[in-house]
């Protein structure tokens, strides 16, 4: 996964890849080292502080969402049954993160698949 | 020009005695007050200040801490220390935290006076300019190796902005609490400005790491992505108020009249084909609440709303109101979501 995320992760200003899946897991996250200092889990703190079925309920309306806020950005994009959020600082160019999310999600799909099968078999 | 001084100090009659001594000086300064340092930050947060007067002693905060806060988040702001426990060493700690001046009280007010207009002559030393080009100016900047600090009002929306050069490199930028490459983005993508030059950069750390010409041309996309902001800021918002209310942060006041902000919104003027409904609706505020606790993870400051896109014809966009209602607007694929959603914020 890392990989697959290594070009948007190096983009000037992008803060973090998160992708959480339908059960409110989060399945992966990659944060910018020289832009993101918070030393909190995230996948605690969505457990214990977000409600991500309200959000879901209505990232599930759209193809893409955007949430804008005083000093960034998160796009959240559904890919199958999970959502992709990339978090970014305000003057990250938002065609270049949509194109590159848009290139991914092929790939990404067989990925999260790769994933949901693993996690059977582990069972 | 009126300047705004801001003054810090946990004695409500000094303060009440120093705003009304200010009353003389009202066609220049625009005292505004504040009895603790945490307010302070919060107005020095999302405000323009030319000076900051502090006392020492204070509960929660003390002034050292006000001090230190100051130089490192807003350092073109000078900060002038008034106490009353006058100590060699004080002093002399202070200044080293790089207070400007220090005063004892009781306090001689020429002696302050004195001290603020040569402050607020220092800002305008090198210069002024109005209605300038910002792009050529700073590339005059960089040719001639200048170490300077400048000011900038853009004339459209008021905001101000200050970029720091050391031999001609661009080292920092600041507007209100953003810093570093991104307020330098938004700075350089004004159009018309009004420029003045301090001949001195108090700042030695070199904080933003692009090549001038690559931040200008960024700048330049910036500024074609969001649209022209400006544009619709005059439109929809009040101005930042150069008279600033005493203690409070200054809202900015969106109209009471919901009808009329709705045809404000149809009206912005490149949008007004795209937008093709406005309600307000009650059933987002969970919705934006848990927005706005997802966004508290990544320090994202206030969340001003959201964009569905469906690649359709019927985009949602939500911008919540207050803590019960929001604006539902549809539009379609031709709008610019982040400028509608910027100028109802502002």
Same mark, same amino acid.
């Given at each position: 996964?890392?990989?697959?995320?290594?070009?948007?992760?190096?983009?000037?200003?992008?803060?973090?890849?998160?992708?959480?899946?339908?059960?409110?897991?989060?399945?992966?996250?990659?944060?910018?080292?020289?832009?993101?200092?918070?030393?909190?889990?995230?996948?605690?703190?969505?457990?214990?502080?977000?409600?991500?079925?309200?959000?879901?309920?209505?990232?599930?309306?759209?193809?893409?969402?955007?949430?804008?806020?005083?000093?960034?950005?998160?796009?959240?994009?559904?890919?199958?049954?999970?959502?992709?959020?990339?978090?970014?600082?305000?003057?990250?160019?938002?065609?270049?993160?949509?194109?590159?999310?848009?290139?991914?999600?092929?790939?990404?799909?067989?990925?999260?698949?790769?994933?949901?099968?693993?996690?059977?078999?582990?069972? | 020009?009126?300047?705004?001084?801001?003054?810090?100090?946990?004695?409500?009659?000094?303060?009440?005695?120093?705003?009304?001594?200010?009353?003389?000086?009202?066609?220049?300064?625009?005292?505004?007050?504040?009895?603790?340092?945490?307010?302070?930050?919060?107005?020095?947060?999302?405000?323009?200040?030319?000076?900051?007067?502090?006392?020492?002693?204070?509960?929660?905060?003390?002034?050292?801490?006000?001090?230190?806060?100051?130089?490192?988040?807003?350092?073109?702001?000078?900060?002038?220390?008034?106490?009353?426990?006058?100590?060699?060493?004080?002093?002399?700690?202070?200044? %080293? #935290?790089?207070?400007?001046?220090?005063?004892?009280?009781? +306090?001689?007010? $020429?002696?302050?006076? *004195?001290? @603020? &207009? !040569?402050?607020?002559?220092?800002?305008?030393?090198?210069?002024?300019?109005?209605?300038?080009?910002?792009?050529?100016?700073?590339?005059?900047?960089?040719?001639?190796?200048?170490?300077?600090?400048?000011?900038?009002?853009?004339?459209?929306?008021?905001?101000?902005?200050?970029?720091?050069?050391?031999?001609?490199?661009?080292?920092?930028?600041?507007?209100? %609490? #953003?810093?570093?490459?991104?307020?330098?983005?938004?700075? +350089?993508?004004? $159009?018309?400005?009004? *420029?003045? @030059? &301090? !001949?001195?950069?108090?700042?030695?750390?070199?904080?933003?790491?692009?090549?001038?010409?690559?931040?200008?041309?960024?700048?330049?996309?910036?500024?074609?992505?969001?649209?022209?902001?400006?544009?619709?800021?005059?439109?929809?918002?009040?101005?930042?108020?150069?008279?600033?209310?005493?203690?409070?942060?200054?809202?900015?006041?969106?109209?009471?009249?919901?009808?009329?902000?709705?045809?404000?919104?149809?009206?912005?003027?490149?949008?007004?084909?795209?937008?093709?409904?406005?309600?307000?609706?009650?059933?987002?505020?969970?919705?934006?609440?848990?927005?706005?606790?997802?966004?508290?993870?990544?320090?994202?400051?206030?969340?001003?709303?959201?964009?569905?896109?469906?690649?359709?014809?019927?985009?949602?966009?939500?911008?919540?109101?207050?803590?019960?209602?929001?604006?539902?607007?549809?539009?379609?694929?031709?709008?610019?979501?982040?400028?509608?959603?910027?100028?109802?914020?502002?």
């Amino acid at each position: 996964m890392d990989k697959l995320f290594n070009e948007i992760i190096s983009i000037d200003g992008i803060i973090g890849v998160i992708i959480i899946n339908n059960s409110n897991i989060v399945d992966y996250k990659k944060f910018s080292d020289i832009s993101f200092k918070n030393t909190n889990d995230f996948d605690k703190y969505l457990q214990n502080s977000v409600n991500f079925d309200i959000l879901k309920k209505v990232f599930e309306l759209s193809n893409e969402n955007l949430l804008i806020y005083d000093d960034l950005r998160l796009y959240v994009k559904k890919i199958l049954n999970s959502y992709l959020l990339v978090a970014m600082k305000l003057y990250v160019p938002m065609s270049l993160i949509r194109l590159n999310c848009q290139i991914l999600e092929p790939q990404l799909e067989k990925k999260l698949l790769n994933v949901k099968k693993f996690k059977f078999f582990s069972k | 020009m009126l300047h705004n001084i801001l003054i810090v100090d946990d004695n409500q009659p000094f303060l009440n005695l120093i705003k009304k001594i200010f009353e003389k000086f009202s066609n220049k300064y625009n005292v505004v007050t504040t009895n603790s340092g945490i307010k302070a930050i919060e107005l020095l947060s999302f405000n323009y200040f030319s000076i900051v007067l502090t006392d020492l002693q204070m509960p929660n905060m003390d002034g050292f801490t006000l001090l230190e806060k100051i130089k490192k988040n807003f350092p073109d702001i000078p900060v002038i220390v008034i106490t009353a426990f006058d100590k060699p060493k004080t002093n002399l700690v202070v200044k %080293k #935290t790089g207070a400007y001046a220090y005063f004892t009280k009781p +306090l001689v007010i $020429d002696d302050l006076i *004195i001290c @603020i &207009e !040569n402050l607020i002559k220092k800002e305008t030393e090198g210069g002024i300019l109005n209605n300038a080009s910002i792009e050529m100016f700073i590339q005059l900047l960089e040719m001639e190796s200048k170490t300077c600090t400048i000011r900038i009002i853009n004339e459209k929306s008021k905001e101000h902005g200050v970029l720091f050069f050391r031999d001609g490199e661009l080292y920092n930028a600041r507007i209100l %609490k #953003t810093v570093g490459k991104e307020a330098a983005y938004r700075i +350089l993508s004004w $159009d018309k400005v009004n *420029i003045s @030059i &301090e !001949n001195n950069c108090i700042i030695d750390t070199k904080e933003i790491n692009e090549d001038l010409q690559a931040i200008l041309l960024d700048a330049l996309r910036l500024k074609d992505e969001l649209g022209s902001l400006e544009k619709d800021f005059n439109e929809f918002s009040v101005k930042p108020n150069e008279s600033i209310e005493p203690i409070t942060k200054v809202e900015v006041k969106k109209t009471d009249n919901d009808a009329s902000l709705i045809d404000s919104i149809k009206n912005i003027s490149d949008a007004e084909n795209s937008i093709k409904s406005v309600k307000i609706n009650k059933e987002w505020n969970s919705f934006n609440s848990q927005a706005t606790v997802l966004g508290f993870y990544f320090n994202s400051g206030v969340y001003k709303g959201s964009y569905l896109n469906n690649y359709s014809s019927d985009n949602l966009i939500i911008i919540p109101i207050d803590d019960d209602k929001s604006y539902e607007i549809v539009v379609d694929l031709k709008c610019s979501p982040e400028r509608i959603i910027n100028s109802i914020n502002n």
